[in-house]
């Protein structure tokens, strides 16, 4: 069988530059996910670290109860799968740096528009906000009851 290897190569000349490009894009995507605040870099996550869990429920339990359940919403969204629906360095994101959250990153714009209250800076620290997204993974592997 005789292969006709100028087409072979023109085809890769074309499809090559088309897939790195497709490839670019999608990795973009994921930092797009990432959303708006101090955490720009991926987080590696261990598994759930019970210390940092109940630390979480105890911030949670002062500063964020008044607006948030995890079964039905309150003045904010219910947060039962939030780790199953946004990336941890989104939700990160979204507990340090709330308010610019919903003015660039479209996700916390789309929830503002439907929520129509503005989540505010609840004053956490940077290890306080990984105890809380440590908490809500708990929670979602329904290893703790909130
Ligand atoms: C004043 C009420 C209020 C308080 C207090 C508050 N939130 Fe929110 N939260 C909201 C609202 C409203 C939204 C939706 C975005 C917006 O409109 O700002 C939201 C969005 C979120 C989201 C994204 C939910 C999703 O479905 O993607 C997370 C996560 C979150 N809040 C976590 C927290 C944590 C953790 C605390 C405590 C440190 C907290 N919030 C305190 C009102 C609040």
Same mark, same amino acid.
């Given at each position: ?55 979480? #429920? =105890?911030? &949670? ?9 995890? +079964? @039905? ?35 916390? #714009? =789309?929830? &503002? ?9 609840? +004053? @956490? ?22």
């Amino acid at each position: 069988m005789k292969i006709n290897i100028k087409l072979t190569t023109k085809v890769i000349a074309v499809i090559l530059p088309i897939l790195l490009f497709a490839i670019s894009l999608g990795s973009c995507g994921v930092k797009e996910e990432y959303g708006i605040g101090p955490v720009k870099e991926e987080m590696k996550l261990e598994p759930i670290n019970d210390k940092m869990v109940a630390r979480g #429920k =105890e911030i &949670f339990d002062v500063k964020c109860i008044a607006c948030h359940k995890f +079964d @039905v919403r309150l003045v904010g969204p219910p947060l039962k799968d939030v780790t199953k629906r946004r990336r941890p360095e989104w939700i990160m994101n979204q507990i340090l740096n709330p308010i610019e959250m919903t003015q660039k990153d479209q996700t916390s #714009k =789309e929830l &503002f528009a439907q929520y129509l209250v503005q989540m505010t800076f609840q +004053d @956490v620290s940077h290890p306080d906000a990984r105890a809380l997204l440590e908490y809500f993974r708990a929670v979602d592997e329904n290893k703790v009851t909130p």
